[in-house]
Structure formats: C-alpha cells, structure tokens
C-alpha cells in the first residue's frame, strides 16, 4: 500500500523556498556565511531533498519485483516527472545566452545531454540552469534505484552497498574537499555524484528503518525533530561554505537533516489546516520553484532592474523578495497545472499500458 507522507512534501516545499530565498540574498547583499540559517540552508536544503527522495521512492516502490518491466515503467515516469520543467528552465536560459548576444553558438551537445538529464553520469558540471547540477545527480541516483532496492532482499548486500556510499561520503568530506580553498573553487567536486549519493541512499535506509525496525510515537519524534532543528543552528561554524561541507561538521548536520526527516516521517499528517494548505501548495510546485527562480532573476537583472532604476544590493533585495518571489510562485502555480500535472499523469499512463501489454503478452505457444 502507497503512503503519502504530507510532512514530507510540507518540508520540500520550505526548503525549495528557501533555496529561492538563499540565492535571492546572494545575488543581492551578498551570499550568507555558514553561521547564519539562510548559510547553512542553502547547502543542506539540497541535501534533505535527496533525502526526502530517497524516502518517497521507497514508499511508492516497497513492492516492487524490479523486472524489466518494472524497471522500464520506473525509468519512465521518473523521467517524465523531471524532464518537463527542466526543459523550460534549460530553455529559459539559452534564449537568455543568445538575446542581444550575435556570437552565441548553442553547443548542441550539451544541449542534448541537458535534455535526456545524464550529464550528471559523467559530466556533473555540465548543467545549464541554475540548480540543474542537483537534478543531474538524483537522475544517476534513480539509475542504481532498483539495485538498492534489490539489496534490501539480503541484510549484507544492503549493508555494503550502504557502508559503500557512505564510505565515499567520507572521502569526499575528509580527503577531497579542502578547508583551505571555498566551496566556490572546488564546486565541480562538491556536485560529484559520489559526493552526493549517500544523501539519497540514506533516505531509503530511514524509510526501510521505520517500516521495520523502529517507528517512534508522535513525541519522540517531535523529541528528535526539536534536537535535530538545536543542532543544525548552534552547531558553531562560520565563514565559508566549505566549513559545514568538509569534515565533522558534514557529519553533523547532514546527522540533524536525516534524523529531521526521519522525524517527519514518522509524523506524516499535519494537524492543522491553516498551516497545512500553503505548505501543501509549496509542496506540490516544490520543483518548479526550485528550478525557475535562477532563470526568473537573470531575466529580471537583465531587463526589469535597469528599468526600475535599482541600483543598490537592498532595494534589489527588496524587489526580489516582494516582486520576484510572488511572481515565482504565481509561474509555479500555472507550470505545476499545465506542465508538470499532465506530464505525471502520461508517465502513469504509459507505465501502465506498457506493463499491461507486458502482462498480455505471457509465455510464447508452441506451434
């Protein structure tokens, strides 16, 4: 039986917004140090969306026998849940590069690779909106999906594969990145997959945990949610990103992130309906938030700032946060209608007319 876990998408909803908001500062005043919320928000919100991934694939495909067919009707409707809007973000910036500029020459590969969403196998860098490196890497993860999902059959399997991925995460934190040099300078290795897949590999580990092992009552999990929320904002680091992204302070608060959402989900409905509505609407246009607002900016900077006469990093700020943001969400509203809804709803439908062929076909007959 699917579960739908509203807290879940409650929490992807806030933190795509405060994604948007993260970055509508650093275009603006200026990008915020790891000692402040917002600093600290704008890394591990993408982080918890992989979490928060892993812990919605396993509750919709628990059941799963992982055969071609299934594997063909996964591949499916998880590209035609992605594709869409990162079609119209991709889109939205090479017009953008080529407006006003002659010598633009698309590169048609990348182009290509953008479009099919497996630059993130090999190439993590080469993404072209903003926020697109993020959607690169949880494509390659849905690759190694149903192999996670397979080893969950066999307790060992599960516990190398994780001890695996969790050993890379470490590498990264402990050897590759460097405290010396800004995140800024080792982007390309922070974006590596291998630097990211623990992350997701984790929320399917909590959603096996709970369903199997150790599901705690409402406040036991308000107990771990409130911990985890003290520990992600006193835990002391300031100064560059680098400094929450390398070593244990990665440890910790990618720690609090899980054990947040792990929370969650073991809280799955929201008692409240004044909260629970514009949450639920950031919730479902989560995705399209995340991935438009870079675009959105670039347009405004371009053509809406100068109009206006703002010059200074505050009155941009201004506008972004009361102009540009409740635009965003008005884009989001008619994207998540008339792009990603119709999309989701073919993905189900081809899945379903391909498994039902499948299952029509049966054993070939003699003679």
């Known amino acids: 039986m699917k579960q739908r876990v509203h807290t879940i998408d409650y929490f992807r909803g806030v933190m795509a917004l405060s994604v948007m908001l993260y970055h509508?500062?650093?275009?603006?005043?200026?990008?915020?140090?790891?000692?402040?919320?917002?600093?600290?928000?704008?890394?591990?919100?993408?982080?918890?969306?992989?979490?928060?991934?892993?812990?919605?694939?396993?509750?919709?495909?628990?059941?799963?026998?992982?055969?071609?067919?299934?594997?063909?009707?996964?591949?499916?409707?998880?590209?035609?849940?992605?594709?869409?809007?990162?079609?119209?973000?991709?889109?939205?910036?090479?017009?953008?590069?080529?407006?006003?500029?002659?010598?633009?020459?698309?590169?048609?590969?990348?182009?290509?690779?953008?479009?099919?969403?497996?630059?993130?196998?090999?190439?993590?860098?080469?993404?072209?909106p903003v926020g697109g490196w993020s959607i690169g890497n949880e494509f390659s993860f849905y690759v190694f999906f149903p192999l996670l999902m397979l080893s969950l059959n066999k307790r060992w399997s599960f516990a190398i594969l994780m001890s695996f991925v969790f050993l890379s995460y470490g590498v990264f934190c402990f050897f590759i990145l460097s405290s010396g040099k800004s995140l800024a300078q080792q982007w390309d290795s922070y974006i590596n997959p291998l630097n990211q897949v623990f992350l997701f590999f984790s929320g399917v580990m909590a959603a096996w945990l709970k369903e199997y092992y150790y599901s705690p009552g409402k406040k036991v999990s308000l107990i771990i949610a409130c911990a985890a929320v003290f520990i992600f904002v006193l835990y002391p680091a300031s100064g560059d990103k680098i400094n929450i992204v390398t070593g244990w302070a990665r440890l910790i608060f990618t720690s609090a992130c899980w054990a947040f959402c792990f929370s969650l989900l073991c809280m799955p409905n929201l008692s409240s309906r004044f909260l629970s509505k514009p949450l639920g609407f950031l919730g479902d246009?989560?995705?399209?938030?995340?991935?438009?607002?870079?675009?959105s900016f670039l347009y405004f900077d371009r053509y809406v700032a100068p109009g206006l006469g703002i010059g200074s990093p505050e009155e941009k700020l201004v506008f972004l946060l009361f102009g540009l943001a409740p635009f965003v969400l008005l884009v989001s509203f008619f994207v998540y209608r008339y792009l990603e809804v119709p999309f989701i709803q073919l993905g189900k439908k081809l899945s379903v007319t391909y498994e039902e062929r499948k299952a029509g076909e049966g054993p070939a007959s003699a003679g």
């Open 24 to 128: 509508f500062f650093s275009w603006s005043v200026g990008i915020p140090e790891s000692d402040s919320l917002l600093g600290r928000l704008g890394i591990y919100a993408v982080s918890s969306f992989y979490i928060v991934s892993g812990i919605s694939l396993y509750l919709v495909y628990r059941d799963s026998g992982w055969g071609w067919c299934e594997i063909k009707s996964f591949g499916l409707k998880r590209f035609l849940r992605l594709a869409p809007v990162y079609w119209l973000a991709t889109a939205l910036m090479v017009v953008l590069y080529g407006l006003g500029n002659s010598s633009y020459e698309p590169d048609w590969f990348n182009i290509f690779e953008n479009f099919f969403l497996v630059f993130g196998l090999y190439n993590p860098d080469g993404y072209i």
């Open 285 to 295: 246009r989560s995705y399209t938030i995340y991935m438009l607002h870079g675009a």
